[in-house]
T-cell receptor, first 109, second 114 residues
Framework: GDKVKQSPSALSLQEGTNSALRCNFSIAATTVQWFLQNPRGSLINLFYLVPGTKENGRLKSAFDSKESYSTLHIRDAQLEDSGTYFCAAESSNTNKVVFGTGTRLQVLP | EAAVTQSPRSKVAVTGGKVTLSCHQTNNHDYMYWYRQDTGHGLRLIHYSYVADSTEKGDIPDGYKASRPSQENFSLILELASLSQTAVYFC?????????????FGHGTKLSVL
């Protein structure tokens, strides 16, 4: 099965609203990264996390290694937040980074 | 900001032909990676390298070779391109150890094999 499972797979939001994306891991993850792939295809690194939380502007992310999940909260969504969000977890067994299949987010005016 | 540059940005290749994708980083990072992304999917690791003149197999290495002639440069080589290798290829770099550094990606190379 999927080692890194993201939910939801797709999401539409009205501009100005809030949302949360989630990753569940079936691997022992030591670190988590969140990326935004914008409509042009570029991958932008949003967060790099050890267990705990980080905040950057309207984005906040948390990583709980014991419960094997991570979340990305988007506050006051803007049109430029549209794209596909990927989480990626480093496996403590292999030291390799495993990607989820992404959450496609569309922010509507 | 970390810089990873890929070339070409896109390429059309014929089945059975040889394809070389190039990646250059100016981050002074030890680790470099090649991933492929298929439509609607996440990224899968093909090859990686943690030091010049050495490469390691990732999760899907079959049909691909890699070359790391220097710390800055990492190439992905398809000796006999096949239709199934049509995808977007991303190069990335990270710092001194896998477990302590974030990944920085290039803009990707769209490869179409006809």
């Amino acid at each position: 099965g999927d080692k890194v499972k993201q939910s939801p797979s797709a999401l539409s939001l009205q501009e100005g609203t809030n949302s949360a994306l989630r990753c569940n891991f079936s691997i022992a993850a030591t670190t988590v990264q969140w990326f935004l792939q914008n409509p042009r295809g570029s991958l932008i690194n949003l967060f790099y996390l050890v267990p705990g939380t980080k905040e950057n502007g309207r984005l906040k992310s948390a990583f709980d290694s014991k419960e094997s999940y991570s979340t990305l909260h988007i506050r006051d969504a803007q049109l430029e937040d549209s794209g596909t969000y990927f989480c990626a977890a480093e496996s403590s067994n292999t030291n390799k980074v495993v990607f989820g299949t992404g959450t496609r987010l569309q922010v509507l005016p | 900001e970390a810089a990873v540059t890929q070339s070409p940005r896109s390429k059309v290749a014929v089945t059975g032909g040889k394809v070389t994708l190039s990646c250059h980083q100016t981050n002074n990072h030890d680790y470099m990676y090649w991933y492929r992304q298929d439509t609607g999917h996440g990224l899968r690791l093909i090859h990686y390298s943690y030091v010049a003149d050495s490469t390691e197999k990732g999760d899907i290495p079959d049909g691909y070779k890699a070359s790391r002639p220097s710390q800055e440069n990492f190439s992905l080589i398809l000796e006999l391109a096949s239709l199934s290798q049509t995808a977007v290829y991303f190069c990335a770099s990270s710092g001194t150890t896998i477990s302590n550094e974030r990944l920085f990606f290039g803009h990707g190379t769209k490869l179409s094999v006809l």
